[in-house]
């Protein structure tokens, strides 16, 4: 009698265990929707809905946004190890890469500046007026900034590193046959075409290979290398100074062509991530469709395939089609194009100016130094500030340079109102300031608006809108000059276009980041109304319906 009450309990242990898993089994299929085929809907649990509801909405769309904001971070970050799809070290060797990306920078984009030194021999040794000369290092500059297309198609056949080398001497052969030079003309060729290319080829890979090398620190990385540029506004017109002192003016370009050689050095240890990938056998196969079609069609077929091959070869190294279709990158593009109009012209004339109202030159001189400082100090604090927890991976970045580029330019109004050394210090201030921060995000920015893959096609693009702007500005300013007699027109012109580019730069965003969010919340609406649903799915197969929960009724009755 015993052994038979233990064998009932035995059973009735059992029975109610298997009661219970299935009613955890029911009321996951109803939260979850049933992932087998039946005939009537599954009826969820009292508590099912309690637990599909628990978690607040809000929760919910901010696990959304997060995901969407790290599959942003990962399309712009997950190529930072180049081809390979390494991952960026954020440190180990691309300290030495920061370092050398420095170097480069303040002896390709501050180089121009110290051209300047030389302008009253050049004019004596070739008998040039003002206009003649300032062409050489405006074609530097045009140079610099236009030679995009051509810095991608080297790095994507080269890479990096072969492309900085390439760079580096390129510029250092341009400025020593400079110094043999007999011509205006070929002044043009070698400083400013030559040694124009060969910093292009030096300075645009080596923003790129920091990308590589940085992703989490990213933002403190390109601010940190660029004080580059400042490093060599506050050195290169000193030593061109002395060096022009004692050798003179072709003397002075033949050993800054030597100095210019670093840059080959500076490319050597620039070490790629991940080896690049091998496209023989698809270039081979592709040559030869295009040439068995060709002696198919002719001359005829030969130019159609030319176009149809040139059209996405532009594409792909100019970013035309980011700027059709990446919206950011086209309002990025757009406002740092205009933002460009007004930025280096307050560099020319801020001496003039200051002369003509009455201020020694000395002290004019002064004030450009103090530029100078203000850059050296403010580009690594900014660096620092960038680099913490709090900034990385952050969307706000744009945001930061659109509030420098406002404040650049508003900036000027100072300056064109200013009629003391006072108040000129302050200007200089403010400006130096805000013109640092611009140096810092300006990368950054363009590195978070498209993908690694993309960024120096992005760059090129970007670098050939900002010559045309360059060339464009100091023209239109000494036509301003020419025709009001005054310089603090061109200041008020100035903070015109820069205030209006930072306005641009700043509403653009903030539109194109609400709709984003916008979409973001409509498919949470859309996904949490689909879970409310009753899941119900009629098949055509034939499905037993399972009667293991009668029996376990009809057991219970029965006991």
């Known amino acids: 009698m015993t052994d038979s009450v233990e064998v009932y309990k035995t059973q009735q242990n059992n029975q109610s265990n298997e009661h219970r898993s299935l009613q955890r089994r029911d009321s996951t299929d109803a939260v979850t929707g049933s992932r087998t085929s039946s005939l009537q809907p599954v009826d969820a649990q009292p508590g099912s809905e309690d637990t599909a509801s628990g978690q607040p909405e809000k929760t919910d769309l901010q696990e959304m946004k997060s995901l969407s904001s790290s599959e942003t971070q990962h399309h712009s970050t997950g190529e930072a190890g180049g081809h390979s799809g390494q991952v960026a070290p954020d440190g180990d060797w691309g300290w030495v890469v920061l370092a050398a990306t420095v170097l480069v920078l303040a002896l390709t984009l501050a180089f121009p500046s110290c051209i300047g030194i030389f302008y009253k021999d050049l004019q004596n040794d070739f008998q040039a007026s003002n206009t003649e000369t300032s062409w050489v290092p405006a074609i530097m500059m045009a140079v610099l900034h236009a030679g995009g297309p051509i810095c991608s198609v080297l790095v994507e056949c080269c890479g990096c590193r072969a492309t900085i080398i390439i760079g580096g001497f390129l510029s250092g052969l341009g400025m020593a046959a400079s110094s043999f030079a007999r011509t205006m003309v070929e002044l043009y060729m070698t400083a ?193 500030v960038f680099g913490l927890p709090f900034f990385q991976g952050s969307r706000n970045f744009v945001y930061l340079f659109a509030i420098a580029v406002l404040i650049n330019g508003l900036s000027n109004c100072i300056c064109g109102m200013a009629t003391s050394f006072t108040v000129l210090l302050s200007y200089v201030i403010i400006y130096g300031f805000s013109m640092s921060l611009i140096g810092c995000l300006l990368f950054t920015v363009l590195m978070e ?111």
């Open 192 to 384: 400013g075409i030559i040694t124009g290319l060969g910093f292009c080829l030096s300075f645009q890979p080596s923003v790129t290979m920091v990308g590589h090398y940085f992703a989490h620190r990213r933002a403190f990385a390109n601010a940190l290398s660029s004080t580059g540029t400042a490093l060599g506004l506050s050195t290169l017109p000193l030593l061109a100074n002395a060096l022009l002192s004692r050798f003179g003016w072709r003397g002075s370009f033949l050993i800054l062509g030597g100095v210019l050689l670093n840059c080959c050095v500076c490319g050597a240890v620039m070490r790629p991530l991940g080896a690049k990938p091998k496209r023989q056998e698809r270039t081979k196969h592709t040559h030869n469709q295009l040439s068995s079609h060709q002696e198919r069609e002719g001359l005829k077929g030969r130019l159609r395939t030319t176009l149809s091959t040139l059209m996405p070869f532009l594409r792909r190294h100019m970013a035309f089609d980011l700027l059709c279709s990446n919206l950011r990158f086209r309002a990025y593009a757009l406002g740092v194009s205009g933002m460009m109009v007004g930025l280096v012209v307050p560099l020319v004339y801020l001496v003039p100016y200051t002369t003509a109202q009455g201020v020694d030159q000395d002290r004019a001189a002064l004030l450009m130094a103090i530029l100078g400082l203000v850059n050296i100090t403010v580009r690594p604090a900014a660096a620092f």
């Open 449 to 559: 608006t498209v993908e690694m893959s993309r960024f120096p096609s992005a760059l090129g693009l970007i670098s050939i809108m900002e010559s045309i702007m360059l060339l464009i500005g100091p023209p239109l300013a000494g036509v301003l000059v020419d025709s009001t007699k005054q310089y603090s027109y061109v200041f008020f012109a100035c903070s015109v276009t820069g205030s209006t580019a930072g306005l641009f730069i700043m509403l653009s965003f903030y539109w194109l980041d609400r709709e984003e969010d916008t979409d973001v919340e409509r498919s949470f609406s859309l996904k949490d109304t689909d879970s409310l649903k009753p899941s119900i799915k009629i098949d055509c197969d034939y499905s037993q319906v399972p009667l293991y929960n009668k029996n376990i009724r009809d057991i219970e009755t029965d006991v």
